[in-house]
């Protein structure tokens, strides 16, 4: 089966940290763009950041530039997403999702990804 299997939400503290982690069954993730999307209730999804096929091009929101780092294990085939000074805003659903093309990071546009993770919650207590 081809699927990603997302993990390490939780609940924090504002000011804490967590990472995130996305990993890839049935396919190599460093062929692929993959992203990090979230939904906070009410709220549509938006993109996180995202990285291409071969770590040429990396994307951040504004809203997390200088917080979060996105990385990735090519060697355990697994996506990160380092998240440090968490605050309310960052609470939501986190998804991660691959899609093919550098030009889809430009975007973030959820309808461009293919493959998405499960789901992983962080909430983040003020």
């Known amino acids: 089966d081809v699927q990603l299997q997302a993990s390490g939400g939780g609940l924090v503290q504002a000011g804490g940290s967590l990472r995130l982690s996305c990993a890839a069954f049935?396919?190599?993730?460093?062929?692929?763009?993959i992203g990090w999307f979230r939904q906070a209730p009410g709220k549509e999804r938006e993109g996180v950041s995202g990285?291409?096929?071969?770590?040429?091009?990396?994307y951040y929101a504004e809203s997390v530039k200088g917080r979060f780092t996105i990385s990735r294990d090519k060697s355990k085939n697994t996506l990160y997403l380092q998240m440090n000074r968490l605050n309310s805003d960052d609470t939501a659903v986190y998804y991660c999702?691959?899609?093919?093309?550098?030009?889809?990071?430009?975007?973030?546009?959820?309808?461009?990804?293919?493959?998405w993770g499960q789901g992983t919650l962080v909430t983040v207590s003020s």
């Open positions: 999702a691959v899609g093919v093309g550098m030009k889809i990071l430009a975007t973030m546009r959820p309808g461009d990804f293919g493959i």
């Open positions: 049935g396919f190599t993730l460093d062929d692929y763009a």
């Open positions: 990285i291409s096929s071969g770590d040429s091009a990396i």
